[in-house]
Each structure stands twice: as C-alpha cells, then as structure tokens.
C-alpha cells in the first residue's frame, strides 16, 4: 500500500506582494497543483509539470517582447 501525504503548499513566486493575490502551489507526482492562498479548502487546478513550465516560458517571453 502506498501511503501518500498531505502537498506541500508553497507561494508562488510569481503572487503579487500585496498579500491579496497570492498563488500557492504544490507538487505531488508529475503534477504541479494551483489554488488560491485566500481559498485552500477550495478547487485546485492540476498541470502537468512540463505543461506548467512551458506556460511560464511562454508568459515570460511575451513580457520581454512587450518590453
């Protein structure tokens, strides 16, 4: 039997400083979980890890391109 325990949640980098638009995310397998810090007990958005990456990537080079 496999035991899994609970995620561990951390704040995304990417949440805004005001403490009002905080991302938290975990990792549990090849999954990268989302939710709202303001919301933990509420609906948890599930992406595959390199799905994830590729979706920050792209966010990251359409900032550079908009300068």
Do not use: N, Q
Not at 20 to 33: I, N, P, Q
């Amino acid at each position: 039997m496999v035991v899994r325990s609970e995620p561990r949640w951390f704040k995304s980098s990417y949440s805004g400083g005001s403490g009002t638009e905080c991302v938290e995310c975990a990792h549990v397998d090849d999954l990268l979980h989302v939710r709202d810090s303001k919301r933990a007990g509420g609906p948890v958005v599930a992406v595959r890890s390199h799905a994830w990456r590729a979706f920050i990537r792209a966010l990251e080079e359409r900032a550079l391109m908009e300068g």
